[in-house]
């Protein structure tokens, strides 16, 4: 992976890591309440998820390096709105250019990376180093935002840095990046659109583990929905310290790194071991967030709580390792904001759940729910793949006839 293209994806990560740990807190002194805070997210969300699939054509069309600079320049009018205004419009209006954001940046840095990667083994460790620099840039980032917290009221200090380095990362994406061509077509040839189409829908429907991995992914997003809403609120009860916010943020985004590079370790030596990797992470991760549900403790609240994330981290990588995989390079990106676009759809429900379980219920039965959904439906998902396996080898030639 090119020295650039690190140093991005590494700010890039860093920036949103000095915000992700405190990310509800500014919201709530920006025009939120604990009640209508998932609104906002489900705002955001909404707009991702309108937004997704079609960015991620724009991308395969037009220039994955042209979306990304969008993204970066919607990040930063999101964050002018923050410095400059605390009203529940101006947060509407800053989640809608949020949103936007999200939905230009997925799927094209990465694919513009992954373009580079050459056989399973090299898109491993692409795969990888891409968890690892946004995980340890996300850490760092973290560790950073209690401190930048305690620097200016209404959390200013965190939002004016986001804004002067997201800067940085367009001045160095405009001079340092190249894309090498991805599509077969002469200069004068105009995207076919409706083909284009066809064949990322196609792909997803013909593959039992695209198949797989989209409806895990919404699973997922569901599960990460609740934990990114209320563990800020739930670690509250446990301190006020904005300091130490940041230090659960650090260790949690680090565990992503441990996952990661677990991940790549044990695919590297066992790489037809991938869907068992995925699946028992999947699990893992379900069982994580219903035992977080009973932690009124700060030290076991926070040992849960960095399991997921490693967990986490370890399914990130055998998930695109094995979409990445099989995807083709020309619909790569589109694939990868489809399977953003599924992940938004899981998100924008979680939002509406995590309103009516907060407004009903303590808001920490929704980590419950959601953590059994997730541990049932990878069961199954494994189950499933046991018994095909058990036929497989009790009916040799017929499954190699199928």
């Not at 979680?350 to 439906?377: E, H, N």
Request: with cysteine; net charge positive.
């Amino acid at each position: 992976m090119r020295r650039s293209l690190q140093i991005i994806l590494f700010l890039k990560a860093f920036l949103l890591g000095t915000v992700a740990p405190i990310f509800i807190l500014v919201l709530t002194t920006h025009g939120a309440t604990v009640q209508t805070v998932s609104l906002f997210v489900g705002l955001s969300s909404l707009i991702t998820l309108l937004f997704e699939f079609p960015s991620g054509v724009f991308a395969d069309l037009f220039g994955r390096k042209r979306s990304f600079v969008l993204a970066v320049v919607l990040q930063m009018a999101t964050y002018a709105l923050l410095l400059w205004f605390r009203s529940a419009l101006a947060l509407a209006i800053g989640m809608i250019l949020y949103g936007l954001s999200r939905a230009f940046v997925s799927g094209s840095i990465e694919a513009l990376v992954i373009d580079e990667a050459d056989g399973k083994a090299a898109l491993v460790k692409v795969t990888s180093k891409l968890n690892v620099l946004e995980s340890a840039g996300l850490a760092i980032g973290a560790l950073g935002s209690g401190v930048l917290a305690t620097l200016a009221p209404h959390y200013a200090a965190n939002i004016l840095l986001g804004l002067a380095g997201y800067g940085v990362v367009l001045l160095l994406t405009q001079l340092t990046v190249t894309e090498s061509p991805h599509i077969d077509r002469s200069p004068s040839e105009k995207p076919r659109l409706k083909e284009h189409l066809q064949k990322s829908f196609s792909f997803v429907w013909e593959s039992k583990i695209a198949r797989m991995l989209f409806v895990l992914t919404a699973v997922t997003s569901f599960a990460m929905v609740t934990v990114e809403t209320f563990w800020q609120p739930a670690f509250r009860a446990f301190s006020s310290n904005t300091l130490l916010f940041g230090v659960v943020g650090f260790l949690g985004f680090g565990g992503v790194v441990v996952g990661s590079k677990l991940a790549e370790t044990l695919l590297t030596r066992l790489p037809q071991r991938g869907v068992f990797l995925f699946l028992i992470s999947k699990a893992l991760m379900g069982i994580c967030l219903s035992v977080l549900f009973a932690m009124v403790l700060q030290l076991p609240f926070i040992l849960v709580y960095v399991l997921w994330y490693i967990f986490l981290g370890s399914n990130g990588v055998a998930e695109q390792t094995l979409l990445n995989h099989e995807a083709p390079a020309k619909q790569r990106a589109s694939i990868l904001s489809l399977l953003s676009f599924v992940f938004r759809i899981g998100s924008l429900i979680a939002s509406l759940y995590c309103y009516l379980i907060s407004a009903g219920l303590d808001y920490r039965y929704s980590w419950l729910f959601a953590g059994l959904l997730l541990g049932m439906v990878a069961l199954v998902y494994a189950i499933s793949g046991l018994r095909r396996s058990a036929r497989a080898r009790k009916h040799p030639v017929e499954h190699r006839a199928v």
